[in-house]
């Protein structure tokens, strides 16, 4: 069946680091990728997406790129922010249902 | 522009007792999803509604579980008897139609006990 894995967290980062959470699929098909992301207190949010292969995702400095060979779309982000801690979401989603199937989600904590 | 809202943000009932939870999707919106997210775990679709019609409602448990979308506006999800399984969040989205983006509301988090 269709699914998506993301690396396992807490992943914790010092200020201004670099990020990144890895996320690999298993589809049938050509699906749309996204990342979305929860801060705390609040719903989910879309990120970023990409529609096809070697798409490449961005937002708020976030970049993910849809690699069809490796099926994978890892999130990354070269200096993150301490506003950047909240769990971030890899999903994909086919046009043919509608439906969204999530990963795990990975919580990012950044310390000052 | 108000956002998805869901009511009440928190639940706290006893096992075999009946609950629901209510949904405002953003006004224009046609599709509506409810979603059930187990802790550490990512939402998984429980019913889809384009308009008032259910779409998909395959990973409904229809022995306990019901749901509504009235008017094709707000629509009610509802749990009886509730089990202690059913502690989880209970998200509610809304798109424009199918396959535009879909926002999300801060959820219900309910708690069986």
Not at chain 1, 11 to 18: H, N, R
Not at chain 2, 17 to 44: D, K, M, R
Request: proline share 4%; net charge negative.
């Amino acid at each position: 069946g269709n699914s998506v894995t993301q690396m396992e967290g807490p992943v914790t980062l010092s200020e201004e680091a670099f990020l990144t959470i890895n996320c690999t699929y298993t589809a049938t098909g050509y699906p749309s990728l996204f990342w979305y992301v929860q801060y705390p207190g609040e719903g989910l949010q879309l990120l970023l997406k990409a529609t096809k292969a070697d798409d490449k995702g961005s937002n708020k400095g976030f970049e993910a790129t849809y690699r069809k060979e490796t099926t994978s779309f890892h999130l990354e982000k070269g200096s993150v922010q301490v506003s950047d801690s909240a769990v971030y979401f890899c999903a994909l989603r086919f046009s043919r249902d509608d439906k969204i199937i999530f990963g795990k989600g990975t919580r990012l904590h950044i310390l000052p | 522009e108000a956002g998805v809202v869901q009511s009440p943000r928190y639940k706290i009932i006893e096992k075999k007792q009946p609950v629901a939870f209510w949904c405002n999707p953003i006004s224009g919106h046609n599709t509506l999803y409810w979603y059930l997210q187990n802790l550490g775990q990512g939402p998984e679709l429980l019913i889809r509604y384009e308009n008032e019609e259910a779409v998909d409602d395959s990973q409904l448990p229809k022995d306990r579980f019901s749901a509504e979308r009235l008017k094709g506006v707000d629509s009610t999800l509802k749990i009886q008897p509730a089990e202690l399984g059913d502690s989880a969040v209970y998200l509610c989205a809304s798109s424009y139609s199918m396959n535009t983006e879909a926002f999300f509301g801060q959820g219900t988090r309910l708690t069986v006990v």
